[in-house]
């Protein structure tokens, strides 16, 4: 198949489409309409092969968690997703892999009413990179500089299961089949915190950042742009059924402080929000906990329940 037929066969069949899309795939650009009262949030992210995935993960997981990254830095920004673009270069053309790739890709994007509108198609090296765009009331996003001494310091959902997934894949651990799914799933296909990124917004959060490269590497991210420091418990940092049952406790700490790839929100609020805010995300089906709070001095200091330092490995992950 050529680069055109391709590009109809796959990539332009998205069946539902959104209103505000003036002009989609097949011209040079796409055209949107932006409302008038709302702001453009934008992130772009790339998976390539052997760093993000191995090549023998499922395509459509691929096509899921290259636009569920994405997704996941709009939530934690508070926007609304909307429109993406995909630029894909793949070393050739497999019929069933694009297929694949796509059923994962626009299940996503169908649940959340995002159209891809562009994209570009090239051979070489597996990479898909996606930009992912969004809506937010002006001045209103959810950003990482808003965090304030005093706040409690909250995450979403539970920690670790994507890191030892993780470990599962790369065979330095071994499980029963039906437990390796469940953390396989939680590696491979993030569910993006969108609606818990809308509720944070809309009811008092202060700062929010997606937990990619791990809990305590994000935090700081956040704590830097907050110019803050934090004291953590993390005997508090929640963690799944399965894990907690399979893991030893101190192993499963350190997958839940320092592994990427769960797509949590770790977020801050003052504590008379947080009622308020455990309340709306329940409805949302979303669990937070509070995990610890924000202090003037500008340190990371972790501690065990019973107050005692914590001293155990922290290194989240980095590229370079
Ligand atoms: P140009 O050469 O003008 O950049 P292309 O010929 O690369 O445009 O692409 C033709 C049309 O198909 C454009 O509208 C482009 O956005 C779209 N497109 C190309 N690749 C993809 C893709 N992987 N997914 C979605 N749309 C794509
Ligand atoms: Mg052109």
Same mark, same amino acid.
């Given at each position: 198949?050529?680069e055109?037929?391709? =590009? ?5 069949q ?10 989609? =795939? ?9 409302p ?10 790339? !998976? =390539?092969?052997?760093?993000?995935? !191995? ?22 920004? +508070? ?9 894909l ?17 626009f ?9 891809l ?11 898909i ?6 809506l937010?009331?002006t001045?209103?996003s959810?950003l ?43 590696l ?31 935090l700081?991210?956040?704590l ?26 101190v ?18 609020a ?5 009622k308020?805010?455990?309340?709306? !995300? ?6 937070m906990?509070?995990?610890?709070? =924000? ?20 290194? +989240?992950?980095?590229?370079?």
């Amino acid at each position: 198949m050529g680069e055109f037929s391709i =590009i109809t066969e796959f990539f332009a069949q998205q069946k539902n489409k959104r209103a505000d899309v003036l002009v989609g =795939i097949g011209d040079d650009a796409a055209i949107v309409a932006v409302p008038q009262d709302q702001q453009l949030v934008i992130t772009t992210d790339s !998976l =390539i092969e052997n760093v993000h995935f !191995l090549p023998e993960t499922d395509p459509a997981a691929i096509g899921h968690k290259a636009l569920a990254v994405n997704l996941s830095d709009l939530a934690a920004m +508070g926007a609304v997703p909307s429109w993406v673009t995909l630029a894909l270069t793949m070393p050739s053309f497999d019929h069933a892999w694009c297929e694949a790739f796509c059923a994962g890709f626009f299940a996503l994007a169908t649940r959340y009413q995002v159209q891809l509108i562009g994209g570009n198609l090239a051979k070489g090296p597996l990479n898909i990179t996606v930009e992912a765009m969004g809506l937010v009331d002006t001045n209103h996003s959810l950003l990482r500089k808003n965090a304030r001494v005093g706040d409690k310091i909250f995450v979403t959902g539970t920690l670790g299961d994507a890191g030892y997934g993780l470990a599962l894949q790369q065979k330095k651990k071994s499980l029963s089949a039906d437990l390796s799914s469940y953390f396989l799933t939680r590696l491979n296909q993030p569910e993006p915190q969108i609606a818990a990124g809308l509720v944070l917004r809309e009811n008092g959060a202060h700062a929010a950042i997606d937990i990619s490269d791990g809990f305590i590497a994000d935090l700081t991210h956040l704590l830097q742009a907050s110019d803050v420091g934090a004291r953590i418990n993390v005997d508090a940092i929640p963690q799944s059924a399965a894990l907690i049952e399979h893991v030893a406790s101190v192993e499963r700490l350190t997958f839940a402080l320092t592994s990427g790839d769960d797509y949590e929100l770790c977020f801050t609020a003052p504590a008379h929000h947080e009622k308020l805010l455990q309340e709306k !995300l329940a409805s949302v089906h979303c669990r937070m906990t509070s995990v610890g709070e =924000i202090i003037s001095d500008k340190k990371l200091i972790l501690h065990r329940q019973n107050g005692e330092i914590y001293h155990g490995t922290i290194q +989240g992950y980095e590229h370079f």
